[in-house]
Protein backbone atom coordinates (compact mmCIF):
# COMPACT_ATOMS: atom_id res chain seq x y z
CA UNK A 1 0.00 0.00 0.00
CA UNK A 2 2.73 2.62 0.86
CA UNK A 3 4.79 1.62 -2.05
CA UNK A 4 1.54 2.32 -4.34
CA UNK A 5 1.53 5.84 -2.70
CA UNK A 6 4.79 6.24 -3.66
CA UNK A 7 4.80 5.48 -7.33
CA UNK A 8 1.71 7.67 -7.43
CA UNK A 9 3.35 10.71 -6.33
CA UNK A 10 6.38 10.60 -8.53
CA UNK A 11 3.91 10.18 -11.56
CA UNK A 12 2.26 13.29 -9.81
CA UNK A 13 5.71 14.95 -9.87
CA UNK A 14 6.61 14.40 -13.66
CA UNK A 15 3.53 15.45 -14.70
CA UNK A 16 3.81 18.64 -12.80
CA UNK A 17 7.08 19.11 -14.57
CA UNK A 18 5.68 18.49 -17.88
CA UNK A 19 3.25 21.51 -17.72
CA UNK A 20 5.89 24.16 -16.84
CA UNK A 21 4.48 26.97 -18.78
CA UNK A 22 6.49 28.50 -22.10
CA UNK A 23 7.55 32.53 -21.16
CA UNK A 24 8.21 34.81 -24.08
CA UNK A 25 12.06 35.77 -24.74
CA UNK A 26 12.41 39.46 -24.17
CA UNK A 27 12.69 41.99 -27.81
CA UNK A 28 15.83 43.36 -26.04
CA UNK A 29 17.91 39.86 -26.22
CA UNK A 30 16.51 39.02 -29.92
CA UNK A 31 17.84 42.36 -30.62
CA UNK A 32 21.29 41.97 -28.88
CA UNK A 33 21.86 38.72 -30.53
CA UNK A 34 21.10 40.08 -33.92
CA UNK A 35 23.20 43.18 -33.39
CA UNK A 36 25.96 40.63 -32.56
CA UNK A 37 25.80 38.45 -36.23
CA UNK A 38 25.00 41.59 -37.87
CA UNK A 39 28.17 42.91 -36.50
CA UNK A 40 30.22 39.62 -37.16
CA UNK A 41 28.79 39.47 -40.83
CA UNK A 42 29.93 43.11 -41.43
CA UNK A 43 33.26 42.92 -40.01
CA UNK A 44 34.00 39.75 -42.07
CA UNK A 45 32.95 41.44 -44.84
CA UNK A 46 34.54 44.34 -44.68
CA UNK A 47 37.72 42.45 -43.81
CA UNK A 48 37.27 40.94 -47.35
CA UNK A 49 37.11 44.08 -48.67
CA UNK A 50 40.36 45.27 -47.13
CA UNK A 51 42.67 42.36 -48.12
CA UNK A 52 40.89 41.78 -51.38
CA UNK A 53 40.86 45.69 -52.67
CA UNK A 54 43.15 47.73 -50.50
CA UNK A 55 45.89 45.41 -49.38
CA UNK A 56 45.70 43.24 -52.51
CA UNK A 57 49.14 45.16 -54.31
CA UNK A 58 50.96 44.59 -50.66
CA UNK A 59 49.90 41.23 -50.11
CA UNK A 60 50.44 40.60 -54.17
CA UNK A 61 53.94 41.50 -53.81
CA UNK A 62 54.68 39.54 -50.67
CA UNK A 63 53.46 36.39 -52.43
CA UNK A 64 55.31 37.03 -55.19
CA UNK A 65 58.88 37.90 -53.05
CA UNK A 66 58.52 34.05 -52.01
CA UNK A 67 57.52 32.86 -55.62
CA UNK A 68 60.25 34.61 -57.32
CA UNK A 69 64.12 33.42 -57.23
CA UNK A 70 66.36 36.21 -57.74
CA UNK A 71 69.98 35.83 -58.93
CA UNK A 72 72.10 38.43 -58.42
CA UNK A 73 75.37 38.49 -61.03
CA UNK A 74 78.55 37.69 -59.75
CA UNK A 75 80.79 39.67 -61.91
CA UNK A 76 81.82 36.26 -63.85
CA UNK A 77 84.71 37.21 -66.53
CA UNK A 78 85.08 35.48 -69.99
CA UNK A 79 87.72 32.74 -70.38
CA UNK A 80 90.87 33.66 -72.26
CA UNK A 81 92.64 30.72 -74.73
CA UNK A 82 95.31 30.39 -76.86
CA UNK A 83 95.44 29.85 -80.92
CA UNK A 84 94.82 26.11 -80.02
CA UNK A 85 92.33 26.32 -77.44
CA UNK A 86 94.38 25.59 -74.42
CA UNK A 87 92.91 27.65 -71.71
CA UNK A 88 95.04 30.89 -70.17
CA UNK A 89 92.74 32.13 -67.74
CA UNK A 90 89.21 31.26 -66.48
CA UNK A 91 86.53 31.88 -63.43
CA UNK A 92 86.70 28.97 -61.43
CA UNK A 93 83.60 28.95 -58.78
CA UNK A 94 84.50 29.25 -55.21
CA UNK A 95 82.90 29.62 -51.63
CA UNK A 96 83.03 31.45 -48.95
CA UNK A 97 81.79 30.30 -45.37
CA UNK A 98 80.40 32.91 -43.19
CA UNK A 99 79.33 32.06 -39.26
CA UNK A 100 76.12 33.42 -37.46
CA UNK A 101 76.58 31.94 -34.21
CA UNK A 102 73.38 33.02 -32.63
CA UNK A 103 71.67 30.75 -35.10
CA UNK A 104 73.74 27.65 -34.62
CA UNK A 105 71.13 24.94 -34.40
CA UNK A 106 71.28 21.24 -35.81
CA UNK A 107 68.16 18.88 -37.40
CA UNK A 108 66.37 17.38 -34.68
CA UNK A 109 67.50 20.38 -32.08
CA UNK A 110 64.44 22.18 -30.54
CA UNK A 111 64.25 25.46 -32.51
CA UNK A 112 65.01 27.18 -29.32
CA UNK A 113 68.30 25.17 -28.64
CA UNK A 114 71.48 27.61 -29.85
CA UNK A 115 74.74 25.13 -30.24
CA UNK A 116 77.79 26.72 -28.73
CA UNK A 117 80.98 27.04 -31.72
CA UNK A 118 82.32 24.31 -30.36
CA UNK A 119 79.95 21.67 -31.47
CA UNK A 120 79.91 23.74 -34.94
CA UNK A 121 83.70 23.12 -35.28
CA UNK A 122 84.04 19.86 -34.00
CA UNK A 123 81.76 18.81 -37.76
CA UNK A 124 83.27 21.39 -39.58
CA UNK A 125 87.26 20.57 -39.03
CA UNK A 126 87.42 17.64 -40.95
CA UNK A 127 85.58 19.70 -43.87
CA UNK A 128 88.16 22.57 -44.05
CA UNK A 129 91.41 20.98 -42.77
CA UNK A 130 91.51 23.56 -40.10
CA UNK A 131 91.14 22.77 -36.61
CA UNK A 132 88.36 22.98 -34.44
CA UNK A 133 90.12 25.31 -32.04
CA UNK A 134 91.29 27.17 -34.56
CA UNK A 135 87.51 27.69 -35.92
CA UNK A 136 86.49 28.74 -32.44
CA UNK A 137 89.16 31.43 -32.05
CA UNK A 138 87.90 32.72 -35.53
CA UNK A 139 84.42 32.93 -34.24
CA UNK A 140 85.53 34.44 -30.54
CA UNK A 141 82.30 36.18 -29.00
CA UNK A 142 80.91 37.71 -31.78
CA UNK A 143 77.27 36.44 -32.62
CA UNK A 144 76.80 36.88 -36.21
CA UNK A 145 78.80 37.67 -39.82
CA UNK A 146 81.99 35.64 -38.69
CA UNK A 147 83.75 35.02 -42.33
CA UNK A 148 85.21 31.37 -41.29
CA UNK A 149 86.87 30.48 -44.53
CA UNK A 150 87.02 30.92 -48.28
CA UNK A 151 88.22 29.41 -51.32
CA UNK A 152 86.27 26.41 -50.71
CA UNK A 153 85.62 24.13 -53.80
CA UNK A 154 82.13 22.87 -54.71
CA UNK A 155 82.07 19.53 -53.64
CA UNK A 156 83.59 20.89 -50.07
CA UNK A 157 80.59 23.55 -50.12
CA UNK A 158 77.95 20.70 -50.85
CA UNK A 159 78.85 18.66 -48.39
CA UNK A 160 78.64 21.56 -45.72
CA UNK A 161 75.18 22.37 -47.02
CA UNK A 162 74.19 19.17 -46.60
CA UNK A 163 75.62 18.94 -43.06
CA UNK A 164 71.85 21.03 -42.36
CA UNK A 165 73.65 23.46 -39.66
CA UNK A 166 71.75 26.28 -39.29
CA UNK A 167 73.78 29.89 -39.13
CA UNK A 168 76.38 28.55 -41.84
CA UNK A 169 75.78 30.55 -44.77
CA UNK A 170 77.90 29.74 -47.52
CA UNK A 171 78.53 32.71 -50.25
CA UNK A 172 79.31 31.76 -54.21
CA UNK A 173 81.88 34.12 -55.71
CA UNK A 174 84.50 33.80 -59.11
CA UNK A 175 88.00 33.51 -58.59
CA UNK A 176 90.45 34.31 -61.82
CA UNK A 177 92.55 31.44 -62.12
CA UNK A 178 95.94 31.45 -64.93
CA UNK A 179 95.99 27.78 -65.46
CA UNK A 180 99.33 28.21 -67.87
CA UNK A 181 101.18 30.10 -64.70
CA UNK A 182 103.61 32.46 -65.83
CA UNK A 183 104.08 31.48 -69.60
CA UNK A 184 101.57 34.59 -70.84
CA UNK A 185 101.66 36.85 -67.75
CA UNK A 186 103.39 39.33 -69.83
CA UNK A 187 100.36 39.86 -72.09
CA UNK A 188 97.18 38.48 -69.93
CA UNK A 189 98.24 40.13 -67.16
CA UNK A 190 95.93 39.58 -63.62
CA UNK A 191 93.01 40.72 -61.29
CA UNK A 192 93.90 41.54 -57.98
CA UNK A 193 92.07 39.95 -55.10
CA UNK A 194 88.72 42.71 -55.61
CA UNK A 195 89.09 41.24 -59.10
CA UNK A 196 90.27 44.59 -60.45
CA UNK A 197 92.13 44.37 -63.41
CA UNK A 198 95.54 45.44 -62.43
CA UNK A 199 97.79 44.54 -66.26
CA UNK A 200 98.11 43.10 -69.75
CA UNK A 201 94.76 42.37 -71.65
CA UNK A 202 92.68 42.12 -68.47
CA UNK A 203 92.97 46.07 -68.05
CA UNK A 204 93.21 46.83 -71.52
CA UNK A 205 90.39 44.33 -72.45
CA UNK A 206 88.40 44.92 -69.31
CA UNK A 207 84.76 45.63 -71.04
CA UNK A 208 85.43 43.01 -73.48
CA UNK A 209 86.28 40.47 -70.59
CA UNK A 210 82.76 40.92 -68.67
CA UNK A 211 80.48 38.81 -69.17
CA UNK A 212 76.93 39.72 -69.99
CA UNK A 213 74.86 38.74 -66.87
CA UNK A 214 71.36 40.12 -65.28
CA UNK A 215 69.52 39.60 -62.39
CA UNK A 216 67.74 36.46 -62.94
CA UNK A 217 64.02 36.79 -61.49
CA UNK A 218 62.38 33.17 -61.94
CA UNK A 219 58.79 32.58 -60.64
CA UNK A 220 58.52 29.06 -58.99
CA UNK A 221 55.04 27.02 -58.06
CA UNK A 222 54.55 26.46 -53.91
CA UNK A 223 56.79 22.87 -54.76
CA UNK A 224 59.66 24.52 -56.43
CA UNK A 225 58.69 24.19 -60.11
CA UNK A 226 59.62 26.66 -62.28
CA UNK A 227 56.75 28.71 -63.97
CA UNK A 228 56.67 29.72 -67.71
CA UNK A 229 54.90 32.75 -66.86
CA UNK A 230 56.48 36.27 -66.04
CA UNK A 231 60.41 35.06 -67.50
CA UNK A 232 62.53 37.91 -67.82
CA UNK A 233 63.70 38.41 -71.05
CA UNK A 234 67.20 36.28 -71.88
CA UNK A 235 66.85 34.37 -67.91
CA UNK A 236 68.17 31.62 -69.31
CA UNK A 237 70.80 33.26 -71.67
CA UNK A 238 74.36 31.83 -71.09
CA UNK A 239 77.42 34.20 -72.01
CA UNK A 240 80.36 31.70 -73.46
CA UNK A 241 82.35 33.71 -75.31
CA UNK A 242 85.84 33.38 -74.99
CA UNK A 243 88.76 35.85 -76.14
CA UNK A 244 90.65 33.55 -78.50
CA UNK A 245 94.76 34.24 -78.59
CA UNK A 246 97.29 34.33 -81.66
CA UNK A 247 99.74 32.93 -79.35
CA UNK A 248 100.49 28.99 -79.48
CA UNK A 249 101.12 27.74 -75.90
CA UNK A 250 103.01 24.83 -76.96
CA UNK A 251 105.65 27.48 -78.88
CA UNK A 252 105.62 30.20 -76.27
CA UNK A 253 106.60 27.51 -73.30
CA UNK A 254 109.71 26.55 -75.88
CA UNK A 255 110.51 29.93 -76.04
CA UNK A 256 110.11 31.23 -72.99
CA UNK A 257 112.90 28.11 -71.51
CA UNK A 258 115.59 28.73 -74.19
CA UNK A 259 114.92 32.64 -73.76
CA UNK A 260 115.39 31.96 -69.84
CA UNK A 261 118.03 29.89 -70.17
CA UNK A 262 120.17 32.13 -72.34
CA UNK A 263 119.47 35.26 -69.77
CA UNK A 264 120.66 33.54 -66.62
CA UNK A 265 123.95 31.84 -68.59
CA UNK A 266 125.37 35.55 -69.81
CA UNK A 267 123.56 37.03 -66.56
CA UNK A 268 121.42 39.31 -68.64
CA UNK A 269 118.85 42.07 -67.25
CA UNK A 270 116.20 41.31 -69.47
CA UNK A 271 114.98 39.01 -72.90
CA UNK A 272 112.31 38.80 -75.06
CA UNK A 273 111.24 36.58 -77.95
CA UNK A 274 108.30 37.03 -81.04
CA UNK A 275 107.15 35.28 -83.82
CA UNK A 276 105.15 36.67 -85.63
CA UNK A 277 102.76 35.62 -88.75
CA UNK A 278 104.09 38.43 -91.81
CA UNK A 279 100.87 38.21 -93.50
CA UNK A 280 98.52 38.82 -90.91
CA UNK A 281 100.45 40.38 -88.12
CA UNK A 282 99.39 37.58 -85.84
CA UNK A 283 101.79 36.83 -82.94
CA UNK A 284 102.24 33.04 -82.38
CA UNK A 285 105.13 33.91 -79.80
CA UNK A 286 105.36 37.02 -76.96
CA UNK A 287 108.00 35.62 -73.89
CA UNK A 288 110.01 37.92 -71.76
CA UNK A 289 111.90 37.15 -68.84
CA UNK A 290 112.19 38.09 -66.00
CA UNK A 291 108.04 37.14 -65.64
CA UNK A 292 105.65 36.31 -62.89
CA UNK A 293 103.13 34.29 -61.75
CA UNK A 294 99.50 35.99 -62.05
CA UNK A 295 97.88 33.44 -59.50
CA UNK A 296 100.69 34.60 -56.86
CA UNK A 297 101.11 38.56 -58.10
CA UNK A 298 101.52 39.61 -54.62
CA UNK A 299 105.11 37.89 -54.47
CA UNK A 300 106.49 39.80 -57.30
CA UNK A 301 107.63 43.07 -57.67
CA UNK A 302 105.33 45.16 -59.84
CA UNK A 303 108.16 46.37 -61.91
CA UNK A 304 107.69 42.71 -63.72
CA UNK A 305 103.57 43.37 -64.53
CA UNK A 306 104.50 45.28 -67.80
CA UNK A 307 105.70 44.32 -71.04
CA UNK A 308 108.76 46.01 -72.07
CA UNK A 309 108.88 44.89 -75.64
CA UNK A 310 106.06 47.08 -76.48
CA UNK A 311 106.99 49.73 -73.55
CA UNK A 312 110.87 49.72 -73.67
CA UNK A 313 113.33 51.45 -76.94
CA UNK A 314 116.86 50.41 -78.02
CA UNK A 315 118.78 50.74 -80.59
CA UNK A 316 118.25 48.36 -83.16
CA UNK A 317 121.86 48.29 -84.42
CA UNK A 318 122.95 46.13 -87.18
CA UNK A 319 119.20 44.05 -86.92
CA UNK A 320 118.11 47.53 -89.13
CA UNK A 321 120.55 47.40 -91.71
CA UNK A 322 118.47 45.14 -93.48
CA UNK A 323 115.82 47.78 -94.05
CA UNK A 324 118.37 50.39 -94.75
CA UNK A 325 119.54 48.03 -97.43
CA UNK A 326 115.56 48.29 -98.79
CA UNK A 327 115.49 51.96 -98.47
CA UNK A 328 118.63 52.13 -101.18
CA UNK A 329 117.01 49.57 -103.36
CA UNK A 330 113.35 51.26 -103.43
CA UNK A 331 115.14 54.75 -104.37
CA UNK A 332 117.19 52.94 -106.78
CA UNK A 333 120.57 54.70 -105.60
CA UNK A 334 122.24 51.18 -105.33
CA UNK A 335 121.75 48.18 -108.05
CA UNK A 336 121.40 44.95 -106.46
CA UNK A 337 124.78 43.83 -108.30
CA UNK A 338 126.45 46.29 -107.49
CA UNK A 339 129.52 46.82 -105.00
CA UNK A 340 131.24 49.44 -102.06
CA UNK A 341 134.82 50.17 -100.82
CA UNK A 342 134.96 49.12 -97.35
CA UNK A 343 137.88 50.65 -96.03
CA UNK A 344 137.79 49.70 -92.47
CA UNK A 345 137.23 53.39 -90.80
CA UNK A 346 135.82 56.84 -91.95
CA UNK A 347 135.53 60.18 -90.54
CA UNK A 348 131.99 61.85 -90.59
CA UNK A 349 131.40 65.23 -89.52
CA UNK A 350 134.70 65.00 -87.28
CA UNK A 351 133.31 61.61 -85.51
CA UNK A 352 135.56 58.76 -86.68
CA UNK A 353 133.38 55.33 -87.96
CA UNK A 354 134.42 52.19 -88.22
CA UNK A 355 133.78 48.54 -87.94
CA UNK A 356 133.17 46.24 -85.23
CA UNK A 357 136.52 44.93 -85.55
CA UNK A 358 138.04 47.53 -87.25
CA UNK A 359 138.82 45.85 -90.15
CA UNK A 360 138.48 46.98 -93.37
CA UNK A 361 136.91 44.16 -96.00
CA UNK A 362 137.67 46.08 -99.17
CA UNK A 363 135.70 45.85 -102.09
CA UNK A 364 132.75 43.59 -101.59
CA UNK A 365 129.16 43.39 -102.55
CA UNK A 366 125.72 43.89 -100.73
CA UNK A 367 125.73 40.67 -99.42
CA UNK A 368 128.50 41.03 -98.34
CA UNK A 369 128.38 44.04 -96.15
CA UNK A 370 125.53 42.28 -94.48
CA UNK A 371 127.74 38.76 -94.22
CA UNK A 372 130.41 40.90 -92.39
CA UNK A 373 128.25 43.83 -91.14
CA UNK A 374 130.03 46.42 -92.54
CA UNK A 375 129.76 49.64 -90.71
CA UNK A 376 131.61 51.82 -92.50
CA UNK A 377 129.61 49.81 -95.95
CA UNK A 378 126.70 51.12 -94.69
CA UNK A 379 127.68 55.30 -94.12
CA UNK A 380 128.89 54.34 -98.08
CA UNK A 381 125.86 53.18 -99.20
CA UNK A 382 123.23 54.92 -97.52
CA UNK A 383 125.44 58.83 -98.21
CA UNK A 384 123.82 57.75 -102.02
CA UNK A 385 120.22 58.73 -100.47
CA UNK A 386 120.26 62.44 -99.62
CA UNK A 387 119.46 63.25 -96.16
CA UNK A 388 116.01 64.61 -96.40
CA UNK A 389 114.40 61.92 -98.51
CA UNK A 390 116.11 59.13 -96.09
CA UNK A 391 114.43 61.12 -92.90
CA UNK A 392 111.29 61.17 -94.99
CA UNK A 393 111.50 57.25 -95.19
CA UNK A 394 112.16 56.57 -91.83
CA UNK A 395 108.96 59.10 -90.81
CA UNK A 396 107.11 56.65 -93.64
CA UNK A 397 108.13 53.52 -91.80
CA UNK A 398 106.61 55.55 -88.64
CA UNK A 399 109.61 54.82 -87.02
CA UNK A 400 108.03 57.54 -84.15
CA UNK A 401 104.46 56.45 -84.57
CA UNK A 402 103.33 53.68 -81.96
CA UNK A 403 102.24 50.84 -84.13
CA UNK A 404 98.21 49.94 -84.57
CA UNK A 405 97.95 46.64 -81.93
CA UNK A 406 96.17 45.31 -79.37
CA UNK A 407 99.13 44.79 -77.16
CA UNK A 408 98.24 47.35 -73.97
CA UNK A 409 100.78 50.11 -73.18
CA UNK A 410 102.65 50.07 -77.08
CA UNK A 411 104.50 53.00 -77.91
CA UNK A 412 106.07 55.10 -80.64
CA UNK A 413 109.86 55.14 -81.05
CA UNK A 414 112.12 58.47 -81.12
CA UNK A 415 113.26 59.96 -84.34
CA UNK A 416 115.45 63.00 -84.46
CA UNK A 417 113.59 66.13 -85.38
CA UNK A 418 114.28 66.52 -89.59
CA UNK A 419 116.10 69.72 -89.14
CA UNK A 420 118.65 67.92 -86.63
CA UNK A 421 118.76 64.72 -88.76
CA UNK A 422 119.80 66.91 -92.32
CA UNK A 423 122.00 69.42 -90.60
CA UNK A 424 123.79 66.98 -89.24
CA UNK A 425 125.82 64.30 -91.67
CA UNK A 426 126.68 62.31 -88.33
CA UNK A 427 123.11 61.91 -88.02
CA UNK A 428 122.15 59.58 -91.14
CA UNK A 429 125.54 58.59 -90.80
CA UNK A 430 124.72 57.00 -87.58
CA UNK A 431 121.45 55.89 -88.59
CA UNK A 432 122.86 53.52 -91.68
CA UNK A 433 123.86 51.35 -89.08
CA UNK A 434 121.14 51.16 -86.76
CA UNK A 435 121.76 53.48 -84.18
CA UNK A 436 121.02 57.69 -83.10
CA UNK A 437 117.17 56.48 -83.14
CA UNK A 438 115.43 53.99 -81.17
CA UNK A 439 112.20 51.72 -81.40
CA UNK A 440 110.65 48.73 -79.18
CA UNK A 441 111.11 44.91 -80.42
CA UNK A 442 107.58 45.19 -81.56
CA UNK A 443 108.38 47.65 -84.36
CA UNK A 444 111.59 46.13 -85.09
CA UNK A 445 109.67 42.88 -86.41
CA UNK A 446 106.84 44.80 -87.90
CA UNK A 447 109.82 46.34 -90.34
CA UNK A 448 110.98 43.15 -90.80
CA UNK A 449 107.89 41.35 -91.58
CA UNK A 450 107.55 44.28 -94.44
CA UNK A 451 110.65 42.86 -96.02
CA UNK A 452 109.45 39.24 -96.12
CA UNK A 453 105.42 40.04 -96.95
CA UNK A 454 106.69 42.33 -100.11
CA UNK A 455 106.77 45.20 -98.90
CA UNK A 456 103.43 46.20 -96.70
CA UNK A 457 102.88 46.98 -93.09
CA UNK A 458 100.73 44.34 -90.63
CA UNK A 459 99.35 45.70 -87.45
CA UNK A 460 101.04 43.28 -84.44
CA UNK A 461 98.22 41.49 -82.24
CA UNK A 462 97.86 38.96 -80.17
CA UNK A 463 94.05 38.58 -79.94
CA UNK A 464 91.49 37.28 -82.70
CA UNK A 465 88.20 38.07 -81.47
CA UNK A 466 85.49 36.64 -79.25
CA UNK A 467 84.39 34.54 -81.88
CA UNK A 468 86.53 31.44 -82.99
CA UNK A 469 85.98 31.78 -86.21
CA UNK A 470 86.69 36.00 -86.70
CA UNK A 471 89.61 36.80 -88.68
CA UNK A 472 92.46 38.85 -87.59
CA UNK A 473 93.38 42.50 -86.36
CA UNK A 474 94.52 43.85 -89.86
CA UNK A 475 92.35 41.72 -91.99
CA UNK A 476 90.31 43.89 -93.10
CA UNK A 477 92.90 46.68 -93.88
CA UNK A 478 93.76 47.08 -97.54
CA UNK A 479 97.17 46.09 -97.51
CA UNK A 480 99.88 49.83 -98.40
CA UNK A 481 103.05 48.62 -100.79
CA UNK A 482 105.82 50.89 -99.34
CA UNK A 483 108.53 48.61 -100.77
CA UNK A 484 108.29 47.20 -104.59
CA UNK A 485 108.36 43.36 -104.10
CA UNK A 486 111.66 43.06 -106.09
CA UNK A 487 113.18 45.24 -103.72
CA UNK A 488 111.96 42.44 -100.59
CA UNK A 489 112.72 39.57 -102.26
CA UNK A 490 116.84 41.13 -103.28
CA UNK A 491 117.15 41.91 -99.49
CA UNK A 492 116.26 38.47 -98.62
CA UNK A 493 118.67 37.02 -100.66
CA UNK A 494 120.91 39.26 -98.94
CA UNK A 495 119.92 38.08 -95.42
CA UNK A 496 119.93 34.43 -96.55
CA UNK A 497 123.57 35.09 -96.87
CA UNK A 498 123.79 35.85 -93.49
CA UNK A 499 122.73 32.77 -92.45
CA UNK A 500 124.74 30.28 -95.24
CA UNK A 501 127.92 32.24 -94.54
CA UNK A 502 127.98 34.75 -91.89
CA UNK A 503 127.04 35.02 -88.68
CA UNK A 504 124.05 33.46 -88.85
CA UNK A 505 125.45 30.21 -89.34
CA UNK A 506 123.40 28.93 -85.81
CA UNK A 507 119.82 28.30 -87.06
CA UNK A 508 120.94 26.49 -90.10
CA UNK A 509 118.41 23.92 -90.73
CA UNK A 510 118.81 21.22 -93.51
CA UNK A 511 116.46 21.35 -96.20
CA UNK A 512 115.27 25.32 -95.17
CA UNK A 513 115.91 28.35 -96.31
CA UNK A 514 116.27 30.94 -94.14
CA UNK A 515 117.33 34.59 -93.64
CA UNK A 516 118.60 36.33 -91.08
CA UNK A 517 120.64 39.33 -89.59
CA UNK A 518 122.44 39.45 -86.25
CA UNK A 519 122.81 42.94 -84.03
CA UNK A 520 125.06 43.77 -81.29
CA UNK A 521 124.11 47.61 -80.36
CA UNK A 522 125.72 49.29 -77.96
CA UNK A 523 123.34 50.74 -74.98
CA UNK A 524 122.75 53.81 -74.47
CA UNK A 525 122.75 55.00 -70.68
CA UNK A 526 121.44 57.91 -69.11
CA UNK A 527 121.84 59.83 -72.23
CA UNK A 528 125.57 58.42 -73.50
CA UNK A 529 126.85 55.38 -74.52
CA UNK A 530 127.91 53.61 -71.87
CA UNK A 531 130.94 50.99 -72.39
CA UNK A 532 130.61 47.24 -71.82
CA UNK A 533 126.26 47.86 -71.98
CA UNK A 534 124.80 46.03 -75.19
CA UNK A 535 121.92 44.43 -76.52
CA UNK A 536 122.28 41.17 -78.82
CA UNK A 537 119.42 40.45 -80.81
CA UNK A 538 118.92 38.36 -84.08
CA UNK A 539 116.04 38.16 -86.57
CA UNK A 540 114.94 35.78 -88.99
CA UNK A 541 112.23 34.81 -91.75
CA UNK A 542 111.87 31.65 -93.26
CA UNK A 543 111.19 30.25 -95.64
CA UNK A 544 113.20 32.64 -97.53
CA UNK A 545 111.03 31.38 -101.20
CA UNK A 546 107.58 31.73 -99.57
CA UNK A 547 108.33 33.79 -96.30
CA UNK A 548 105.40 32.90 -93.57
CA UNK A 549 107.35 34.38 -90.19
CA UNK A 550 109.50 36.43 -88.48
CA UNK A 551 111.24 35.67 -85.29
CA UNK A 552 112.98 37.91 -82.99
CA UNK A 553 115.15 37.41 -79.97
CA UNK A 554 116.82 40.61 -77.79
CA UNK A 555 118.48 40.19 -74.95
CA UNK A 556 119.45 43.27 -72.90
CA UNK A 557 122.49 43.64 -70.97
CA UNK A 558 124.04 40.43 -71.13
CA UNK A 559 127.54 40.28 -69.76
CA UNK A 560 130.79 38.78 -71.13
CA UNK A 561 133.79 39.37 -73.39
CA UNK A 562 132.00 37.12 -76.22
CA UNK A 563 128.15 37.90 -75.75
CA UNK A 564 127.39 38.84 -79.39
CA UNK A 565 124.09 38.71 -81.28
CA UNK A 566 125.66 35.38 -82.91
CA UNK A 567 126.28 34.00 -79.70
CA UNK A 568 123.86 35.02 -77.47
CA UNK A 569 119.91 35.40 -79.77
CA UNK A 570 121.06 33.14 -82.38
CA UNK A 571 120.55 30.10 -79.71
CA UNK A 572 117.44 30.92 -78.71
CA UNK A 573 116.47 31.81 -82.32
CA UNK A 574 117.63 28.15 -83.90
CA UNK A 575 115.15 26.46 -80.71
CA UNK A 576 112.09 28.77 -81.77
CA UNK A 577 112.72 27.94 -85.58
CA UNK A 578 112.60 23.89 -85.20
CA UNK A 579 110.03 24.09 -83.18
CA UNK A 580 108.17 26.36 -85.54
CA UNK A 581 108.71 23.85 -88.39
CA UNK A 582 107.52 20.78 -86.59
CA UNK A 583 104.24 22.77 -84.92
CA UNK A 584 103.21 24.94 -88.04
CA UNK A 585 104.30 22.09 -90.53
CA UNK A 586 106.38 24.10 -92.54
CA UNK A 587 107.55 22.03 -96.14
CA UNK A 588 111.01 22.33 -96.82
CA UNK A 589 111.68 24.96 -99.40
CA UNK A 590 111.81 22.68 -103.08
CA UNK A 591 115.51 22.03 -103.85
CA UNK A 592 116.48 25.36 -102.25
CA UNK A 593 116.20 26.82 -105.36
CA UNK A 594 117.25 30.72 -104.67
CA UNK A 595 115.39 33.69 -105.72
CA UNK A 596 117.21 36.19 -108.32
CA UNK A 597 118.06 39.15 -107.13
CA UNK A 598 116.30 41.57 -109.04
CA UNK A 599 117.37 43.99 -111.44
CA UNK A 600 116.74 47.98 -110.94
Known sequence: MKNHKIHSNRLENRRRRKDVPFEPVPSNRIKLVFAILCFGLISLVGRMIWLQVLEAPVLE???????????????????????????????????????????????????????????VAHKLSGLLNISKWELVSRIGDRTSGIKLAEGINSEIASQIKNLGVSGLDIEPYPQR??????????????????????????????????????????????????????????????????????????????????????????????????????????????ASTPTYDPNKYWKYSPSLFREWSVQDLFEPGSTFKPINLALALQERVIHPTGKINDTGTLVVGGWSIFNHDKKANGVIDFAKVLQVSSNVGMVKIMSKLQPSNYWDWLKKLGLDVKPITDLPGAIGGQLKTKKNFISMDIEPATASYGQGFSLTPLKLIQLHALIANGGYLVSPHITRSLHLDANSLSSSVEKKYLLRPEVTKTVLNWMESVVESGSGKGVRTPGYRIGGKTGTAQKVVNGSYKPGVKVCSFVANLPVDNPQYVVLVVVDEPQGQYAYGSTVAVPVAKKIIDGLIVLEKIPPSNNQTKLLPAKG
Not at 68 to 94: C, H, Y
Open 61 to 119: AKARSFQIQRTKPLGRRRSIVDRNGRLVAIDEEKYRLWAHPKYFNFPGDSPSLVRKPID
Open 177 to 286: VYPQGSLFANVVGFLNQDRIPQAGLEQSLNRRLLRKEQIRSLRRGADGTPLPDDLSPGVFYGDDLKLNLTLDARLQELAMKALANQVQKWNAKKGVAIVMDVINGELLVL
